[in-house]
């Protein structure tokens, strides 16, 4: 008997799905934009990478290595690991979905944190599974509350650290934790997207973790710290029967030649890692300070933004500071979709972008 419906049916799970909105890039009118939404480097990338880049377009009619081998051994060089452990992707979001793919089913169970990165549940309801929330605390990963959602469906915990959009960590001694509570069927995904800019004896990306496990999986990306947002380029670290199995799922070609030139170039140039860090280190307290001197509360972060909560009176709200900042070209990042509509993301910026937040933030504040 021919199926009475009209029109082809997506699997269950991806109606579900609230699309992905990224940080605003344009505002009508207004010459100038300071982009400060999207948490990319205000240095852009190293100037070897982008020499690397221009020079991949003599060559553009050849197809890419589909192994990506000598970016995968630049990698595993500049972090000491094993080229055969990494897989690289179009940026991490590409492998967390194709983690979602391979290790998740119909009706099972993926967990991330209340203001977890929006791609986890995305993710998770395209692979026709099931999302499942974890309370925070102080805009923090519980990882109690974590273990407590843990059920015989649970097969892969997403958990970001630091934690984009509220830029808090957990120390590595309570990933560990976590780990250890886990059943050696779930795996544990360690999104490290901000890892470079951490400066702290009590955090640790991952590396550890995965090599001495079999349920843990580490992911980075070539977006923030190293400027090559636009090149949409991550790799993953992995026990050798993970990257296995994401191999066998991945697009044959999912990493461009020019993002594998570009990417090669960038991470041999540690300097200019450096060198985002260092401004970093400088103007992320800054902004904390200065911005919690108008009355705003200031979520503490380690990464290289911060979470800006505005008061709920009317004139004074989140949605009424992105206007206001907005006509003046200074463009932060609204967060409905986290479920935090009273407060605002500010990617750490130039000096002179800095410096405009503030002095706007401070007539926002002080206006009738």
Partial sequence: MLNSRLNPEPRPGVLKIKPYVPGKSHVPDVAKIYKLSSNESPLGPSPHAAAAFRAAADHLEDYPDGAATALREAIGHAHGLDPDRIVCGAGSDDLLALIARAYLADGEEAIHTTHG???????????????????????????????????????????????????????????????????????????????????????????????????????????????????????????????????????????????????????????????????????????????GRLGLEVTPSIANFILIHFPWRKGRTAAEAEAFLSARGLVLRQLLPYGLPHALRMSVGSEEANRLVVEALAAFMAKP
């Fill in 117 to 291: 990165f929006l791609v986890y549940p995305i993710a998770t309801l395209g692979a026709g599974a099931t999302p499942i929330v974890a309370p925070e605390k102080d805009y923090t990963t519980d990882v109690d509350a974590i273990l407590a959602c843990v059920t015989g469906r649970t097969r892969v915990v997403f958990l970001a650290n630091p934690n984009n959009p509220t830029g808090t960590f957990i120390p590595y001694d309570e990933v560990k934790r976590l780990h250890r509570g886990l059943p050696s069927n779930v795996l544990l995904v360690l999104d490290a997207a901000y890892a470079e800019y951490v400066q702290r004896n009590d955090y640790e990306a991952g590396i550890e973790l995965v090599a001495t496990s079999e349920n843990v999986v580490m992911c980075r990306t070539f977006s923030k710290a190293y400027g090559l947002a636009a090149l949409r380029l991550g790799w993953m670290y992995g026990p050798a029967h993970v990257v296995d199995a994401v191999h066998r799922i991945r697009g044959p070609f999912n990493v461009s030649a020019p993002a594998i030139e570009a990417g090669i170039a960038a991470v041999s140039d540690p300097a200019h890692v450096e060198r985002a860090r260092a401004h970093n280190d400088r103007w992320l307290p800054w902004l904390t300070e200065e911005i």
